[in-house]
Nanobody
Framework: QVRLVESGGGLVQPGGSLKLSCAAS????????MDWYRQAPGKQRELVAR???????SYVDSVKGRFTISRDNAKKTVYLQMSSLKPEDTAVYYC????????????WGQGTQVNVSS
């Protein structure tokens, strides 16, 4: 069974925090790096954070120092802890693996909506 199930989004005030979760199937998660992406209205999807299979992390400049990506290999879950949120962080957030099988190249989950507003 193939799946990517994102959760944890919601409405938060500027400066607030949220923690997103993404449960993935073994075919996507196991042994692979995992990414968090976001897509704001009218904009292209952008890569926000990556965690390799050994735990090395990287971030887009706009979220460095505010977001933290982590993974639980036993649960096949990747997380995104978001702090000091800004209105420009408003978007639908998705997870995926850059190393997913070719037959899953166009597969995405439903995403989770994050709204940062006062």
């Amino acid at each position: 069974q193939v799946r990517l199930v994102e959760s944890g989004g919601g409405l938060v005030q500027p400066g607030g925090s949220l923690k997103l979760s993404c449960a993935a199937s073994e075919s996507i998660f196991t042994g692979n790096a995992m990414d968090w992406y976001r897509q704001a209205p009218g904009k292209q999807r952008e890569l926000v954070a990556r965690i390799t299979r050994d735990g090395t992390t990287s971030y887009v400049d706009s979220v460095k120092g505010r977001f933290t990506i982590s993974r639980d290999n036993a649960k096949k879950t990747v997380y995104l802890q978001m702090s000091s949120l800004k209105p420009e962080d408003t978007a639908v957030y998705y997870c995926n693996s850059p190393h997913r099988p070719a037959w899953l190249s166009t597969y995405w989950g439903q995403g989770t909506q994050v709204n940062v507003s006062s």
